[in-house]
């Protein structure tokens, strides 16, 4: 008789076996093997025939999924009796059971083996009525989550996509103006040098007039930003001195020098240098000199608005880095707010208060992304368009906290007990499926070992993740 893989009594303490028959037992002590691999090895890999129903004695595993080409991690876990392998083994299929999953050893590693195939069979005689409901519950819900999560994908996206192609507009927009202006001053600045050459100007005073233009130039980087009345005050100054020095429609090219940071004093300098028979002509070509590269600043600043978006998307999406990382809770919080942009619209006041100070933290971070998504989109819906998001972040210990608060009516108490359940929802029907917060608590609570807690009275909701700053075996 074949020897047993465990005794009697361990093979009883495994929650999986604990109720089992004694003749149950048995079967399982004649079919089931101990296999043992070293760190790093695989235990089985994604796609290959799904031959085995695996269970954990010790060590810890990590089980990853192909996504798009990359190798995502998916899971962790060192609990003694998990399982994994050939979990629906139960399923009758036409074709054959693959692994859903690559597992790899994490360090030593030893584990219960089934032979799938067998315990199929098996487990239907002892379990008839609850394999048959089994396999019913499976086949229907990968059916209606297939259908659900490409509609919840298809809508996300949808929303990101509105949100980011507003925000890229203005700033593509602004670069366009600018560069039709530019084009325009270019050309008056072409002709205005052309008249100043007309009347024969010294070679000395052109080279002076031209240092001149220079160093009012590069004024224009460092102008303060002035206040409306500022504004105001320092073009009725220079429109004044235009009227002392006869320069017709002065009030006109007051904001232009105004825009680039000057004062009376630098026209001061234009008039010392070049004199009163060539001033008119000349301030206005400065003026065009000025006016260009004002333009110039804009488009700049619209083209790095530009850039800093499409880095928050990519930050958000985290397609081009690694899945699983060391990260700064601080970089995807910014990037999802970016992502919402559109949603949260000009009513809702955006609050940061970051602790710019606390660790970097082991995570998968287009998760964690995906929790701030659901946590502030909810608050956005709560608050109806109007009142005030509030972001903050601090250290306890080795926890990262991350706290969203907003000033929506709040959520009555037998409510906030179900939020994290899934598929409830306080929304209409078809507003939503009752996923997000679900969601959301597997990826902080399961995937990253930390917890996430509500409290709420009207006119200040808030959500607390935890999260820890060191690596988690079950991850």
Same mark, same amino acid.
């Not at 089931?32 to 070293?38: F, N, R, T």
């Not at 235990?43 to 031959?51: I, K, L, M, N, S």
């Given at each position: %008789? $074949?020897?047993?893989?465990?005794?009697?009594?361990?093979?009883?303490?495994?929650?999986?076996?604990?109720?089992?028959?004694?003749?149950?037992? +048995?079967?399982?002590?004649?079919?089931?093997?101990?296999?043992?691999?070293?760190? +790093?090895? &695989?235990?089985?890999?994604?796609?290959?025939?799904?031959?085995?129903?695996?269970?954990?004695?010790?060590?810890?595993?990590?089980?990853?999924?192909?996504?798009?080409?990359? +190798?995502?991690?998916? $899971?962790?876990? +060192?609990?003694?009796?998990?399982?994994?392998? &050939?979990?629906?083994?139960?399923?009758?299929?036409?074709?054959?059971?693959?692994?859903?999953?690559?597992?790899?050893?994490? @360090?030593?590693?030893?584990?219960?083996?089934?032979?799938?195939?067998?315990?199929?069979?098996?487990?239907?005689?002892?379990?008839?009525?609850?394999?048959?409901?089994?396999?019913? %519950?499976?086949?229907?819900?990968?059916?209606?989550?297939?259908?659900?999560?490409?509609?919840?994908?298809?809508?996300?996206? @949808?929303?990101?996509? &509105?949100?980011?192609?507003?925000?890229?507009?203005?700033?593509?927009?602004?670069?366009?103006?600018?560069?039709?202006?530019?084009?325009?001053?270019?050309?008056?600045m072409r002709h205005k040098l052309a008249l100043l050459a007309k009347k024969d100007i010294d070679p000395d005073l052109l080279e002076q007039l031209l240092d001149v233009q220079e160093q009012l130039v590069k004024t224009v980087a460092d102008a303060p930003r002035l206040s409306a009345m500022q504004q105001s005050d320092r073009e009725d100054e220079i429109s004044d001195w235009f009227d002392d020095h006869d320069i017709d429609q002065g009030w006109d090219l007051a904001a232009i020098f105004v825009a680039a940071g000057l004062k009376t004093e630098n026209l001061d300098g234009v008039l010392e240098s070049v004199g009163e028979g060539l001033l008119d002509g000349a301030l206005r070509w400065l003026a065009y000199a000025l006016e260009t590269e004002i333009l110039m600043g804009e488009i700049e600043d619209s083209t790095t608005r530009i850039s800093v978006l499409v880095g928050a998307a990519k930050q958000y999406s985290q397609m081009d880095r690694a899945p699983h990382q060391w990260i700064d809770v601080h970089e995807g919080l910014d990037s999802t707010l970016v992502m919402l942009s559109g949603k949260i619209g000009d009513g809702i006041r955006v609050v940061k208060n970051y602790d710019r100070g606390i660790d970097h933290i082991p995570a998968y971070a287009a998760e964690l992304n995906q929790v701030w998504t659901n946590i502030i989109d909810n608050a956005v819906q709560a608050m109806g368009g109007e009142g005030t998001l509030t972001l903050r972040t601090w250290q306890e210990s080795k926890q990262v906290r991350v706290e969203i608060g907003d000033t929506g009516p709040g959520i009555p108490e037998e409510v906030r007990q179900r939020i994290f359940e899934p598929f409830f929802t306080t929304k209409g029907v078809g507003e939503g499926t009752g996923l997000g917060l679900d969601i959301s608590w597997r990826i902080v609570v399961e995937r990253h070992s930390g917890d996430i807690k509500v409290t709420s009275v009207p006119g200040d909701t808030r959500f607390e993740i935890c999260l820890p700053v060191e690596e988690q075996a079950s991850l």
């Open positions: %008789m $074949k020897e047993p893989a465990l005794p009697r009594e361990e093979l009883r303490g495994l929650f999986l076996f604990e109720h089992l028959s004694d003749e149950q037992l +048995d079967w399982i002590e004649q079919h089931a093997v101990l296999e043992h691999y070293d760190g +790093d090895t &695989a235990v089985h890999r994604e796609g290959d025939p799904a031959t085995c129903f695996y269970i954990l004695l010790s060590g810890a595993l990590r089980m990853s999924r192909l996504v798009s080409g990359a +190798d995502v991690e998916v $899971k962790r876990s +060192d609990q003694r009796g998990s399982y994994f392998g &050939a979990t629906q083994f139960f399923v009758h299929q036409e074709t054959e059971h693959t692994y859903g999953a690559t597992v790899h050893a994490i @360090g030593d590693l030893t584990l219960l083996a089934l032979p799938s195939a067998e315990f199929a069979v098996e487990f239907r005689n002892w379990f008839p009525m609850a394999a048959h409901l089994l396999e019913g %519950m499976y086949l229907g819900w990968r059916n209606s989550d297939t259908v659900i999560s490409s509609r919840r994908r298809l809508l996300a996206l @949808g929303e990101l996509s &509105a949100g980011l192609t507003h925000e890229l507009n203005n700033p593509a927009a602004a670069a366009v103006r600018a560069t039709a202006s530019l084009r325009e001053r270019v050309a008056g």
